[in-house]
């Protein structure tokens, strides 16, 4: 049994006392952790993405609470709605505005009382009401944390000028860079690939039928010629530290942290486009922990000492504008942009997309992916 897999088990109540003892031991679970699981308050479980488990972005939280709370790491939105779906105890998770629509679809949200959070009233408005975030009734769904870009990470020093000059996503299927690059295990290949045969940011969410097939041969291009499909960012830092690789369809946090290394990265800004995107805490429905928690787990990731931590750690932007006084001011410099609207205007924004849509560009990424040579 992995890591992940024992706090999942822990977090559900499916172990002994001693099954507990031995997995903390083997793992590095916190002790406070299994007291808390074994107490009779229910601690809250939460859907995240990888690096986001961490006391850097729960002060307040921890504060209250004594200690974290249970997480389950997922690697794909579409992972964690199916892992909820299949009967998961979850109390909240982390989505982008794209994906929370079939999480309400699923009737798997609770929404969220603001008034119970203190740091609501300093978001920036432009979240208050995005897509995503209020439903047609008024009931916020999502409270809108952390915002950023997905692009391609690259060694500059490893590439030809002739990608340097035009930065593009056609590095994914050039065959000069067989093997040297790495594509992320998600859907979006098969919309990058729509991009590169020539459709419109605004169809590639929408294609379907032949005009989906069409990109099929892209998409195994674009498979075969990477390295890895990266599920963990780590993954990816790694080996483009070390060389191994010399681009990744990757986000903000990977050029950042790279930079801090002194490892030479640049960012990519792709002639077809390249994507921006807008994320936060949502409430599950099917969660066996304390619902005023779940809330403070919440306002703990609006806090404007969670959003210094984004800005100083991973180059992400956060809805708090309070956020930007206090971070650092070179990191909010190497930013380049600070204003949501105009980060938003500035690429393509990934949209929610109709459920048979979705589930069609799902279904050919999953055909195509294990056709790797």
């Not at 299949?86 to 505005?97: T, Y």
């Not at 690259?154 to 860079?177: C, H, M, Q």
């Not at 040297?180 to 690939?193: F, K, L």
């Amino acid at each position: 049994m992995n890591r992940v897999k024992f706090i999942d088990k822990m977090a559900q109540g499916r172990l002994t006392r001693r099954q507990m003892m031995a997995g903390a031991a083997a793992f590095g679970v916190g002790f406070m952790t299994m007291r808390r699981q074994a107490g009779a308050v229910e601690p809250i479980t939460c859907l995240e993405w990888s690096g986001y488990d961490a006391q850097d972005y729960l002060g307040s939280y921890v504060g209250k609470h004594g200690a974290l709370p249970n997480f389950s790491i997922f690697a794909s939105e579409e992972d964690a709605l199916q892992k909820v779906r299949a009967g998961f105890s979850a109390d909240a998770m982390h989505p982008c505005n794209y994906s929370v629509p079939r999480f309400k679809d699923a009737g798997l949200i609770r929404p969220i009382d603001t008034a119970r959070l203190s740091n609501w009233n300093d978001l920036f408005p432009v979240f208050k009401t995005a897509q995503g975030v209020v439903d047609a009734n008024g009931d916020v769904l999502m409270a809108p944390a952390d915002w950023g870009n997905s692009s391609i990470a690259y060694r500059p020093d490893l590439v030809d000028d002739d990608f340097k000059a035009n930065e593009s996503w056609g590095i994914f299927t050039d065959d000069k860079y067989a093997g040297r690059v790495a594509m992320t295990d998600n859907e979006v290949a098969v919309q990058i690939s729509g991009l590169l045969i020539g459709y419109s940011p605004e169809k590639i969410f929408t294609m379907s039928g032949a005009d989906l097939a069409a990109t099929k041969d892209t998409v195994i291009k674009m498979v075969n010629n990477s390295r890895m499909l990266w599920q963990d960012q780590t993954e990816i830092q790694q080996s483009l530290a070390s060389g191994e690789i010399v681009a990744a369809y990757a986000w903000n946090d990977t050029a950042v942290n790279l930079a801090k290394q002194g490892i030479p990265v640049a960012y990519a800004k792709p002639k077809e486009a390249y994507f921006t995107w807008y994320c936060g805490i949502t409430l599950l429905n099917v969660g066996k922990g304390d619902v005023g928690a779940a809330h403070d787990f919440v306002d703990a990731w609006l806090s404007p000492e969670t959003g210094k931590a984004l800005i100083e750690g991973s180059g992400y932007g956060h809805s708090n504008a309070k956020s930007f006084e206090v971070a650092d001011k070179a990191a909010v410099a190497a930013m380049g942009i600070t204003d949501p609207v105009e980060h938003m205007k500035s690429g393509v924004l990934f949209p929610p997309q109709d459920p048979a849509v979705l589930a069609e560009q799902i279904k050919l990424w999953e055909e195509t992916k294990v056709l790797k040579q």
